[in-house]
């Protein structure tokens, strides 16, 4: 089993920043990418931002420039520092990680989501 919890979410005024954190825990042996989605209210699930064990990072162009995507020194850990946000950024977003475990399966595991509102 593979659980991943995140944290940081909340409520912040328009041009605001926040910081997501997700650690991965559990039967891993290895994890390829890491990332970040999130969903609107009546929208379909899209991708943020992902990062690989090497350290590339990918961005959907409606947040390139604002925000950064990091993996943490354990490897198992991935930050989302948001800046500049804007009220279309409101969503819940959801950790996603690519994990080999150690029954040498290879597996999407994601986190419970965490809300993200920017409003005045």
């Known amino acids: 089993q593979v659980q991943l919890v995140e944290s940081g979410g909340g409520l912040v005024q328009p041009g605001g920043s926040l910081r997501l954190s997700c650690a991965a825990s559990?039967?891993?042996?290895?994890?390829?990418?890491m990332g970040w989605y999130r969903q609107a209210p009546e929208k379909q699930r899209e991708l943020v931002a992902t990062i690989t064990s090497g350290g590339i990072a990918n961005y959907a162009d409606s947040v390139k420039g604002r925000f950064t995507v990091s993996r943490g020194n354990a490897k198992n850990t991935v930050y989302l520092q948001m800046d500049s946000l804007k009220p279309e950024d409101t969503a819940v977003y959801y950790c996603n990680a690519n994990v080999r475990s150690v029954f040498f399966h290879t597996d999407d595991y994601w986190g419970q989501g965490t809300q993200v509102t920017v409003s005045s």
């Open positions: 559990g039967s891993i042996f290895s994890i390829n990418a």
